[in-house]
């Protein structure tokens, strides 16, 4: 006899990058559904049709994809699989689907104009360049469905769409009320916490997204939830998923209040709070240890703890004594 449970089959991917391995999922019902699609190499792909044969699929077989967010690791083959006939994802994934190229001229603009309010020294500009490589491991195609808060699964009825942005704009989850299961992507998983990523507004001329307090937001969110079994995009599928986002909640605010104590000697810039809270990882995760900065920055200020000025183009904090 079949369970709620034996309609999701894991795949596991693998990806270039150091997170390691994907997992993305086969949700079988009225549609044969894959959430989400590994990146695009050719390792993947065999490991992909290789894992459907054990499942008795083929790639063929597969009818709609449904996107957790944009990154390249998460929706790399959806333009190898020939007979999808809708793919779906929240409405903040379509420029990276569809190649918004206004969108990625505002996308490296923002950037550039976040490296000079940040005090970042010239040598790092030549990476701005940079900022569409990734897309080489992602697939170009159009969004047909549009999934927000509360919206199903289409073909699965019984999986509701949960927003959950902070680690990327255009993240979603999914929740099957009938038995606590809860997909992921990289929204929680039980290794490592998730990185909530700075972008640009979706909108031109819209404050940007504070990606850190989107992510606590998030997962205080998920705590309304019954969330028995967490089917996440990397690492194990575990259980207990209302006490790991206490503990990740918890440590965020301790990694805010030694970010706090570095400002008693006086105002700093986010480059230069970086350098002393990333020394080791700055120079080769640039990216992500910016965003985390920023991220707890905006935390501080947010909760009243620190204040900011300019000089010239560049944002100084102080605390808010």
Known sequence: MQTMKDTIKKITLPTPYA??????????GDRLTLIDAGVKTDDAWQALVKQLAECSYTPEDIEQVVLTHHHPDHMGLVEKLPNVSSVAGHPKLRPWLERDETFFKRYEQFFYEMYQESGVPEQYYPLLK????????????SLTKELTDGGVIPGHDEWVTVETPGHAQS???FYREADGAFIGGDHLLE???????????YEEGEERPRPLLQYRASMEKLLN????????GHGKVFDQAHALIRRRLKKQVERAEKVLKMFEDGPLGA???????FPKHIESQFGLTMSETIGQLDYLEHTGQLKTSYSGLQKLYYVNR
Do not use: A, M, T, W
């Not at 480059?271 to 809270?277: A, F, M, R, S, T």
């Open 225 to 232: 939830f019954d969330i028995q079994i967490v089917y996440p």
């Open 271 to 277: 480059y230069e709070v970086c350098k002393q809270l």
């Open 171 to 173: 993240h979603i989850s």
């Open 191 to 201: 290794p490592i916490s998730s990185n909530p990523l700075l972008e640009p507004p």
């Open 19 to 28: 997170v390691g391995d994907v997992h993305v999922y086969l949700l079988e």
């Open 130 to 141: 940079r900022l569409k490589k990734p897309l080489e491991f992602s697939s170009k195609g």
